[in-house]
């Protein structure tokens, strides 16, 4: 655009989205959600701009996508479509033929409206009501709609690094102010909040350390299907969520003078603790040496479904959590054996840097 006083480019974004529009993740409406299931072809190829007569979504600067909803960043507002606090009943959704589905959906929808269907709709209330019998807030957004952060906070620009991430029934995002903020189901401590008897998260509210003190400096988020990582500026790690199978690498070793054991890792940390056990195996004699100060600086992350994944200053990848790859323990057992601590991945060149990493399920 031209003006009298300068010439400037505006680049403007067109969001383009695909696949089955019945969870709402979609953000098309009531009507798109009832509509048949489309084939898999088209689920898969067919994409479709992102229209809201609301909403002038020609400037999204991020996106992320979830198992049953959607996030995006606009104007430096955050919108959310779709169940962004819920996968169980998703799950169960999925598994009916799509004309029940339908019929669920359809009264879903309708108690908002308090619609006059009596007996069902409170049959289909109670089976979306929590495990703390509260009903979902806001359980089903049909199309995106606004969440404001806390203390007038704004989505931070995306940079280089991952700032806004969604997973299960879970979403974080980096405000401005260094803050990361979550909401969504909280169960598994996921959220990162504090508390263990909160089940669900309904506004985005900050993740705190072990001391209740909110996580400062936030760089870099990413989610897996229970757990979450977040990465500061001093390239300090902070894990919480489910560890049960050592998604959170919070174990510790019994004697770190011999070979021994692991301790068994965490089952549930709500709060965001830091990460920093990341440990060189030397193949030759199993010795292990610490990785310390800048070496030990993480510069990147990655979270799968149950296991993690970082890249340290000192040019080394790890990898930790739920492993099923069956290997030889030395003892004559070859049953598979999760990772509870940071693994350093072997066998990657050792004269080219390692740019980025990232998880699959």
């Given at each position: 655009?031209?003006?009298?006083?300068?010439?400037?480019?505006?680049?403007?974004?067109?969001?383009?989205?695909?696949?089955?529009?019945?969870?709402?993740?979609?953000?098309?409406?009531?009507?798109?959600?009832?509509?048949?299931?489309?084939?898999?072809?088209?689920?898969?190829?067919?994409?479709?701009?992102?229209?809201?007569?609301?909403?002038?979504?020609?400037?999204?600067?991020?996106?992320?996508?979830?198992?049953?909803?959607?996030?995006?960043?606009?104007?430096?507002?955050?919108?959310?479509?779709?169940?962004?606090?819920?996968?169980?009943?998703?799950?169960?959704?999925?598994?009916?033929?799509?004309?029940?589905?339908?019929?669920?959906?359809?009264?879903?929808?309708?108690?908002?409206?308090?619609?006059?269907?009596?007996?069902?709709?409170?049959?289909?209330?109670?089976?979306?009501?929590?495990?703390?019998?509260?009903?979902?807030?806001?359980?089903?957004?049909?199309?995106?709609?606004?969440?404001?952060?806390?203390?007038?906070?704004?989505?931070?620009?995306?940079?280089?690094?991952?700032?806004?991430?969604?997973?299960?029934?879970?979403?974080?995002?980096?405000?401005?102010?260094?803050?990361?903020?979550?909401?969504?189901?909280?169960?598994?401590?996921?959220?990162g909040i504090g508390s263990k008897q909160q089940h669900h998260c309904w506004e985005p509210t900050a993740v705190v350390r072990a001391n209740r003190e909110v996580l400062e400096g936030v760089q870099s988020v990413d989610l897996g299907l229970q757990h979450g990582l977040a990465l500061d500026h001093e390239g300090v790690l902070?894990?919480?969520?489910?560890?049960?199978?050592?998604?959170?690498?919070?174990?510790?070793?019994?004697?770190?003078?011999?070979?021994?054991?692991?301790?068994?890792?965490?089952?549930?940390?709500?709060?965001?603790?830091?990460?920093?056990?990341?440990?060189?195996?030397?193949?030759?004699?199993?010795?292990?040496?610490?990785?310390?100060?800048?070496?030990?600086?993480?510069?990147?992350?990655?979270?799968?479904?149950?296991?993690?994944?970082?890249?340290?200053?000192?040019?080394?990848?790890?990898?930790?959590?739920?492993?099923?790859?069956?290997?030889?323990?030395?003892?004559?057992?070859?049953?598979?054996?999760?990772?509870?601590?940071?693994?350093?991945?072997?066998?990657?060149?050792?004269?080219?840097?390692?740019?980025?990493?990232?998880?699959g399920s």
């Amino acid at each position: 655009r031209l003006s009298h006083r300068s010439n400037y480019w505006l680049k403007r974004s067109i969001t383009y989205m695909a696949g089955q529009p019945w969870t709402g993740a979609l953000g098309l409406g009531e009507n798109a959600m009832l509509l048949p299931d489309v084939s898999p072809a088209e689920r898969d190829n067919k994409f479709q701009r992102l229209d809201d007569p609301s909403i002038d979504f020609n400037n999204v600067t991020d996106a992320a996508a979830g198992w049953g909803h959607s996030v995006l960043v606009q104007d430096d507002k955050l919108y959310v479509a779709g169940r962004p606090y819920d996968f169980q009943s998703l799950l169960r959704l999925n598994r009916i033929p799509s004309f029940a589905r339908r019929i669920a959906i359809q009264q879903t929808l309708l108690l908002d409206k308090q619609d006059e269907w009596g007996m069902l709709s409170r049959a289909i209330d109670k089976m979306f009501r929590s495990q703390d019998n509260e009903i979902y807030k806001q359980g089903l957004l049909p199309r995106f709609t606004l969440m404001e952060l806390p203390d007038h906070d704004v989505p931070i620009s995306r940079t280089t690094h991952n700032t806004l991430a969604a997973s299960a029934g879970l979403t974080a995002i980096v405000g401005s102010s260094g803050r990361l903020y979550t909401f969504g189901i909280n169960q598994r401590g996921q959220c990162g909040i504090g508390s263990k008897q909160q089940h669900h998260c309904w506004e985005p509210t900050a993740v705190v350390r072990a001391n209740r003190e909110v996580l400062e400096g936030v760089q870099s988020v990413d989610l897996g299907l229970q757990h979450g990582l977040a990465l500061d500026h001093e390239g300090v790690l902070y894990v919480w969520g489910k560890g049960a199978r050592g998604q959170l690498g919070l174990a510790d070793y019994k004697d770190h003078k011999s070979s021994g054991e692991l301790e068994s890792t965490v089952d549930i940390e709500c709060c965001a603790v830091p990460m920093t056990d990341f440990f060189i195996v030397d193949t030759n004699d199993k010795s292990r040496s610490r990785l310390r100060g800048s070496n030990a600086r993480v510069k990147k992350i990655s979270a799968g479904w149950n296991h993690s994944a970082v890249v340290t200053d000192s040019n080394h990848a790890f990898i930790w959590g739920k492993n099923m790859l069956s290997v030889d323990d030395g003892k004559g057992s070859t049953k598979p054996k999760d990772a509870l601590i940071p693994t350093c991945v072997q066998g990657l060149p050792q004269n080219l840097e390692i740019k980025d990493i990232t998880c699959g399920s």
